[in-house]
């Protein structure tokens, strides 16, 4: 039997072999791919100069979440010796080498686009970011009054000698770092090399109250832009009187911040997130970075004390964290540099509303209705919960908020529905990642309002997003809905593409009475009308659909499946994706982060096509679509095809019913999936490319969709007019 199975070995296919050990790729590395797409953003001259400094900022800030979560959870498996290998067959050490090279790799492609771009783009506009030795004399003497004026007050220099320790150094915050000779001093002298010496030590941080960047205007017009921490290292000597300032170099290190929650412990879920959160800032330093300048001596005092390992050690070519740059564009001003900037995009008046949103309830009675965000006005949303709030005959809302903006207007609507003695019951999730503060505020505000506050399901995150309200009417109590792909939040909801749906539908009403009770109490439905929840039902949902489809292609049937999601990574959804191509089924993925689904592979998933879209707004909506021998089941969720939201998250699916709701949203999937211009292809060896051009209509999805959106209103206003000044006809001329 031995010789058999080394034979059968011996005569594995390629095909076989990829089958086996290469259909997945890893989610990490998927990860810094997608931010690589972002990066390919800034580095994209067709677009306008200031928007490619915020996709650098967004590139930098990306890969720092990326460190402090997904990398040191990587490191904590590690540190236990986690043996188990992920999707694509990598251990966690493996891993963390191959995000190590990637992620040099990337942030080098992240400085030279800085430097050997951006930079020049920028002077050729008159507009400098410069070092402080760049600077004349006399914008010199302005940032040396600055120094004096205001940075000089709020920094606090800290000493370190044997009796004042090396400071705790704050997570993802800039730091100044200073090597120090003189005898006639304060500071003891301390021990550098083994041998005793003049030599100090003292480190300060970059005070983060003022703005990153200094701006200066010459007469000419020209516009200087100087980060603090220069102005801060020119006169850093003023600190140290009867001192020699020998070296002095910039420093940044990067904590665990992933929240280690024992909820089962926790007798109190508020009290315990709270302390978690304050236990951020002494997790431990998985990444440092420095200037690559920087002096040999002052690099290895910093490590020695941080105890940092030479591999986590990151120098830059430029300034350190170069999300400063997002503030270039604001400090500039909003008018001027308009031909550096996109078109302002202001929200449409939604296409199926009245531009005047009053009585919306009965506009909801009518019929389903849908928004579509950004690209359409936030505004439905907000009007629904405050006309909730102040209407009589409304009883109750029930809400669920995973993050909310730090001055939410929903907030405000139902602290007033609370003062004016309606049942307002909402769920705040709590273990919102870096929103837990701002939730946690709320919830004790929505408390002491009055208001029943939930926290979640033990051991879940609820992310779904749902309204409910109750109303009392002629003909008996009806519950009004909206549910949507994102979250209740009027900022983001202006460059997040999401859809809400509204409705007054008896069987979705009776679900969402079901789905509040399942999470403020201890029922489980048994059975469900139009919503499908997870983590009890969606997962199994999507297979059996997957397979329907897989069993018509077989059957010689056309078959097709078209997902856009946020990230592609449960490889149970995966494995039926993958059989469900083997079987004919035509499938269309626009999926705009991780996708660890291998495409094109021929006998695997030679029927599958995986493209990205990026651009000005950031693609979170889920939509799902399948064909089902011409019945077309169309659904909207606020779940990824990931484990954790189909397996760890209270999450929900409803299907779009409505015809003209239904003729939108395939609208939007249409638009997405003839883009040309926006769209990344993903390549069977994990590369991302955008389209030949040659021959095919030029398409940005989201400038049609912002067309779309504004046709739809002029479109609508002709109707109305028409209607305004149609003569009617009597009954006797008819």
């Known amino acids: 039997?031995?010789?058999?199975?080394?034979?059968?070995?011996?005569?594995?296919?390629?095909?076989?072999?990829?089958?086996?050990?290469?259909?997945?790729?890893?989610?990490?590395?998927?990860?810094?791919?997608?931010?690589?797409?972002?990066?390919?953003?800034?580095?994209?001259?067709?677009?306008?100069?200031?928007?490619?400094?915020?996709?650098?900022?967004?590139?930098?800030?990306?890969?720092?979440?990326?460190?402090?979560?997904?990398?040191?959870?990587?490191?904590?498996?590690?540190?236990?010796?986690?043996?188990?290998?992920?999707?694509?067959?990598?251990?966690?050490?493996?891993?963390?080498?191959?995000?190590?090279?990637?992620?040099?790799?990337?942030?080098?492609?992240?400085?030279?686009?800085?430097?050997?771009?951006?930079?020049?783009?920028?002077?050729?506009?008159?507009?400098?970011?410069?070092?402080?030795?760049?600077?004349?004399?006399t914008m010199k003497h302005s940032a040396?009054?600055?120094?004096?004026?205001?940075?000089?007050?709020?920094?606090?220099?800290?000493?370190?000698?044997?009796?004042?320790?090396?400071?705790?150094?704050?997570?993802?915050?800039?730091?100044?770092?200073?090597?120090?000779?003189?005898?006639?001093?304060?500071?003891?002298?301390?021990?550098?090399?083994?041998?005793?010496?003049?030599?100090?030590?003292?480190?300060?941080?970059i005070p983060n109250v003022v703005p990153r960047l200094y701006k200066l205007v010459k007469d000419d017009g020209s516009v200087y832009f100087v980060p603090v921490e220069q102005i801060i290292k020119a006169n850093v000597h003023t600190f140290f009187h009867g001192q020699t300032v020998v070296a002095s170099g910039c420093y940044r290190i990067m904590r665990n911040a992933d929240l280690d929650i024992d909820e089962d412990e926790a007798e109190d879920l508020l009290k315990e997130i709270e302390e978690q959160v304050r236990k951020r800032r002494y997790g431990k330093i998985i990444r440092l970075e420095v200037e690559d300048d920087i002096d040999p001596d002052l690099l290895e005092f910093i490590v020695s004390e941080l105890h940092i390992r030479e591999r986590d050690i990151f120098s830059v070519n430029g300034p350190i964290d170069l999300t400063f740059l997002s503030k270039v564009n604001s400090a500039l001003g909003k008018e001027s540099y308009k031909h550096l900037r996109y078109k302002p995009h202001t929200p449409a008046a939604p296409a199926m509303f009245d531009e005047d949103l009053d009585n919306i309830f009965d506009k909801?009675?009518?019929?389903?209705?849908?928004?579509?965000?950004?690209?359409?006005?936030?505004?439905?949303?907000?009007?629904?919960?405050?006309?909730?709030?102040?209407?009589?005959?409304?009883l109750a809302i029930k809400q669920t908020l995973y993050r909310v903006s730090a001055q939410s207007p929903i907030i405000s609507s139902l602290l007033e529905a609370a003062r004016n003695g309606k049942q307002v019951m909402v769920l705040v999730e709590l273990k919102a990642r870096f929103d837990e503060e701002n939730n946690i505020n709320w919830a004790k505000t929505l408390e002491k309002a009055g208001?029943?506050?939930?926290?979640?399901?033990?051991?879940?995150?609820?992310?779904?997003?749902?309204?409910?309200?109750?109303?009392?009417?002629e003909d008996g109590i009806r519950r009004y809905l909206h549910l949507a792909t994102g979250n209740y939040n009027d900022i983001t909801a202006k460059i997040y593409t999401d859809i809400g749906?509204?409705?007054?539908?008896?069987?979705?009403?009776?679900?969402?009475?079901?789905?509040?009770?399942?999470?403020?109490?201890?029922?489980?439905?048994?059975?469900?009308?139009?919503?499908?929840?997870?983590?009890?039902?969606?997962?199994?949902?999507?297979?059996?659909?997957?397979?329907?489809?897989?069993?018509?292609?077989?059957?010689?049937?056309?078959?097709?499946?078209?997902?856009?999601?946020?990230?592609?990574?449960?490889?149970?959804?995966?494995?039926?994706?993958?059989?469900?191509?083997?079987?004919?089924?035509?499938?269309?993925?626009?999926?705009?982060?991780?996708?660890?689904?291998?495409?094109?592979?021929?006998?695997?998933?030679?029927?599958?096509?995986?493209?990205?879209?990026?651009?000005?707004?950031?693609?979170?909506?889920?939509?799902?679509?399948?064909?089902?021998?011409?019945?077309?089941?169309?659904?909207?969720?606020?779940?990824?095809?990931?484990?954790?939201?189909?397996?760890?998250?209270v999450e929900l699916m409803f299907p779009v019913e409505d015809p003209d709701c239904r003729k939108r949203v395939m609208e939007i999937l249409d638009t997405e999936l003839n883009d040309t211009i926006r769209a990344h292809f993903l390549s069977e060896d994990g590369t991302y490319h955008k389209t030949d051009l040659r021959g095919k209509i030029k398409l940005d999805s989201q400038e049609r969709l912002i067309e779309l959106a504004e046709e739809a209103i002029a479109s609508r206003k002709i109707m109305n007019e028409k209607m305004e000044f149609e003569p009617q006809v009597s009954s006797e001329e008819q």
């Not at 100044?176 to 083994?194: A, N, P, Q, T, W």
């Not at 208001?451 to 009417?473: D, Q």
């Not at 919503?531 to 077989?554: G, T």
């Open 1 to 137: 039997m031995a010789k058999e199975v080394k034979k059968s070995k011996k005569k594995t296919s390629k095909k076989e072999q990829m089958t086996k050990d290469n259909r997945f790729f890893n989610r990490e590395l998927s990860w810094l791919e997608f931010n690589d797409r972002i990066l390919h953003e800034a580095r994209d001259t067709k677009n306008p100069l200031l928007e490619r400094l915020n996709f650098l900022s967004i590139t930098a800030s990306n890969l720092d979440e990326f460190y402090i979560v997904r990398v040191a959870s990587l490191r904590d498996m590690a540190s236990v010796d986690f043996e188990e290998k992920d999707i694509a067959g990598l251990t966690v050490k493996e891993q963390l080498t191959r995000i190590d090279a990637k992620t040099r790799e990337s942030m080098a492609l992240m400085y030279s686009t800085y430097n050997r771009s951006l930079l020049p783009s920028l002077r050729q506009e008159n507009i400098f970011l410069a070092d402080y030795e760049d600077l004349d004399e």
């Open 451 to 473: 208001c029943h506050v939930i926290y979640g399901l033990v051991g879940l995150k609820t992310h779904s997003k749902i309204t409910l309200v109750v109303r009392r009417e």
């Open 144 to 205: 040396d009054e600055y120094f004096a004026s205001v940075l000089y007050p709020i920094i606090s220099p800290m000493a370190v000698d044997s009796g004042r320790p090396f400071p705790l150094i704050y997570n993802r915050m800039l730091n100044m770092c200073v090597m120090l000779d003189g005898e006639e001093s304060l500071l003891s002298s301390k021990e550098h090399k083994g041998e005793k010496s003049n030599v100090n030590y003292a480190t300060l941080q």
């Open 364 to 394: 909801i009675r009518e019929k389903d209705r849908i928004v579509h965000h950004p690209y359409e006005s936030f505004e439905p949303v907000l009007e629904f919960v405050r006309q909730a709030a102040n209407d009589p005959n409304v």
């Open 501 to 649: 749906l509204f409705t007054a539908s008896e069987s979705f009403g009776e679900d969402a009475s079901e789905f509040f009770n399942m999470l403020s109490g201890y029922s489980i439905p048994q059975s469900w009308n139009r919503l499908i929840p997870a983590p009890i039902l969606m997962k199994d949902y999507f297979v059996k659909k997957i397979r329907r489809e897989a069993e018509n292609a077989s059957e010689g049937k056309e078959a097709r499946i078209v997902a856009k999601i946020n990230s592609l990574v449960d490889g149970t959804i995966i494995k039926e994706l993958y059989k469900a191509s083997q079987a004919g089924v035509v499938i269309d993925l626009i999926v705009r982060g991780i996708c660890c689904l291998r495409p094109g592979v021929k006998g695997l998933s030679e029927n599958i096509t995986v493209r990205s879209i990026t651009g000005r707004f950031l693609e979170h909506s889920r939509i799902f679509y399948f064909l089902n021998e011409g019945h077309e089941d169309l659904y909207l969720a606020s779940a990824d095809w990931m484990p954790r939201n189909l397996d760890r998250r």
